[in-house]
C-alpha cells in the first residue's frame, strides 16, 4: 500500500478542515470552508460535528465556525513534552 492510500480518509478530511483555518481569519462559514478544502458542505457538516464534540472546533451564533480549544491545549503538552536542545537521546 503505497503512502497515499494509507490511513483513514475521514481522518485526512478533518485535519483538512483543520488546516482551512489561517492565522488572519477571525471565524470561516460553511461556503469559505467548502472553498478552501475543495469538499462537499455535507461532507463539511459531518466531519464538523466530530471536532465540535471533541473540542477542535467551535460554532457562533452566526453559524461560522472557529477553531475551538482542544488545538491549544495540545500546543501545551507538546510545550511541556518537548526535549530541551541540550538533552541528549537515548
Known sequence: MSEAQSGVAAVDRALLILSAFREEDTALSLALLARRTGLYKSTILRLLQSLLRAGYVVRLP????????????LAKVRQASAAPESATVA
Open 62 to 73: 452566526d453559524g461560522n465556525y472557529v477553531i475551538g480549544p482542544e488545538p491549544g491545549r
